[in-house]
């Protein structure tokens, strides 16, 4: 049996959709600003309700590694081009290297 490949894409192109279409049924506004409260940013339903005490006690168990040496700490601005410069190419040897 021959598989009809444009068969096959246009149900799969229909399929997708049919089922990607968004009803916009949350309170989030259409031009893509955040509402004013920041309480209606989530769907409190479907949040664990977790407390300040365990995310303090999760966090603490995190490692995030060494931090960044003193030197490339804080990256001058991008108006002293040479010392722009020069800073990523430490910061590149330090990613690449961790010199």
């Not at 030197?71 to 330090?94: C, G, M, R, T």
């Amino acid at each position: 049996m021959k598989l009809n490949y444009k068969a096959i894409f246009v149900l799969f192109t229909l399929i997708l959709a049919f089922t990607a279409c968004d009803e916009n049924t949350s309170n989030q506004p259409l031009n893509g600003t955040l509402l004013e409260d920041p309480n209606e940013w989530v769907c409190h339903d479907s949040m664990d309700k977790v407390s300040e005490n365990e995310i303090a006690l999760f966090c603490a168990t995190l490692s995030f590694g060494d931090s960044a040496p003193d030197n490339i700490q804080n990256p001058p601005p991008i108006s002293d081009l040479n010392a722009k410069n020069q800073y990523d190419h430490v910061f590149q040897n330090f990613i690449r290297n961790r010199e």
